[in-house]
C-alpha cells in the first residue's frame, strides 16, 4: 500500500492517481528489498548490479513515459516520482534508468521515424536492449552544441562515422549507443543508432570515478564505423533535435536531485534519532535541527519547482529555459543538502554502510551532468536578457 513519504511534507504526492501511487509503492518496495541492501557494495567496487535491469523493466519503470509501451495512462509527476523513488535509494541506479530511458529511448521516440520507435521503444522497454546516449566528447562538453568533431559522411546507403566519445553512461555493455555526429556535407549534427556490435566501435570503461561509481561511463572511439541510413535518426536534422532530448532529460536529472537529497536526509533524520551525545540522541540538539529542517526546506521547495516543470512538459509549454533552471537550481539545493546530511552524521557521514557518503559523493556528478550549473545558468541568462553569453 502507498503511504506519502515523511520527507514529502507537503504532500505533493496526494496529485497522483490511485493507480500511480499503486505502481509508485511497488517500485519502493523492491527498491528497498532488492537493491538498498547490494548496492553500497557494487558502488565500492564499482560495478553495476545488471541483474536489476529485467525486474526494473517488469516494474514497467522503462515503459511508462512512451505510447508503444505504457500499460496505463501515466502523468508526468508520476514519472518524476519515479525517478524521485530510484534515486532516494541509489542515484546510479536512477541515472541507468535516465540514459536507458530518457537519453536513448528518448532521442528515438522524440527523434525516430515511425517505424524507428516501433522496432526500438518495446526492446529498450522490457530491458532486452540496452542503450546509451553519446554526445560528449574528450573536447568538447559544454561546447558540444557547436564544438562536435565525430563526423558523418554519408556513402550510398549507408553513413561512415569517425570519431570519439567521453563520458558515455551505460555504454561499457550498451546493445545500442545513439551516436551524435557532424555530417560532413551540411555540416549539421545528426544522430545515428548505432549497434555497439559493429565493427570499428569500441568503449572502454572509465576508471576511479569518486561519483555515481556504480553506473558505468565510457570513453568510446569510431574508427570508420559503417551505419544503415535506415539507422539514422529520421527526424534529427540539426543541434536543435538533439536539444529537444536534453530539455526533457534535464527534467528528469532535476527530478533525480530531489530523490538524491530526499536520500541523504532520510538516513541524516534515521540517523539523529539514534545517535546519542550529551546524553541524549543528537536529535534533540538545535543545531542538529536545524541541518534536517533547512534540507527538508531545500527539498520542499525543489518539489514544488519539479512539479510545476512536469505539468509544464503535459501541457506542451516547456521551453529550454525553463529546464535549464531547474535543473541549475535543484542540482544546487541537493548539492547543499547532500552536504548538511552528511554533517549531520559526523564521521560516519563518510562512511558507505550509514549511506549518507554514497548521496553526498554522487550529488557531484548528477551537478556537472546533463549540462554544468554554469551552462544550465546560461540558457537562462539568454532567455531572461536576450544576451547568449556562451557563443
Ligand atoms: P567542460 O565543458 O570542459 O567544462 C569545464 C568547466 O567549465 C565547467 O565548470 C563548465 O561549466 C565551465 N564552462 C565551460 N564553458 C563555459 C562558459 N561558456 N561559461 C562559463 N563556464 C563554462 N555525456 C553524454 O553524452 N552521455 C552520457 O551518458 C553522459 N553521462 C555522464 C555521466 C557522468 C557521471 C558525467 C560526469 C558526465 C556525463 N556526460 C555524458 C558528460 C557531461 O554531460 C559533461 O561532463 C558536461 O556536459 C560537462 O562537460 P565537460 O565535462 O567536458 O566540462
Redo the contacts with the bound molecule.
Sequence with gaps: TFETLASDFYDFESALSDQEKEAVAKLRAWLESEVRPIIGDYWERAEFPKQIVKPLADLGVLSYAWDETKPFENSALFRGFLAVELARVDASVG?FVG?QNG?ATGSISICGSKEQREEWIPKLAAGEVIG?????EPLS????AQGLRTTAKRDGDSWVLNGQ?R???NATFSDITIIWAKDVEDGQVKGFIVPTSTPGYEATKIEG?I??RA?Q?ADITLTDVVVPESLRLQNANSFKDTAKVLRATRADVAWAAVGTAIGAYEAAVKYSQERIQFGKPIASHQLIQDLLVKSLGNITASIAMVKRVSEMQEAGTLRDEHAALAKAFCTSRMRETVAWCREALGGNGIVLDYQAARYFADAE?LY????????NT?IVGRAITGKA??V
Design positions: 541515472t540514459v537519453l546509451a546516449f553519446g554526445l560528449t562538453g559544454s561546447d558540444s566519445k563520458w558515455i553512461g570515478k561519483s555515481l553506473v561511463n556528478a556537472s551532468y546533463e549540462g554544468t550549473r554554469e551552462m546560461l553569453a556562451f
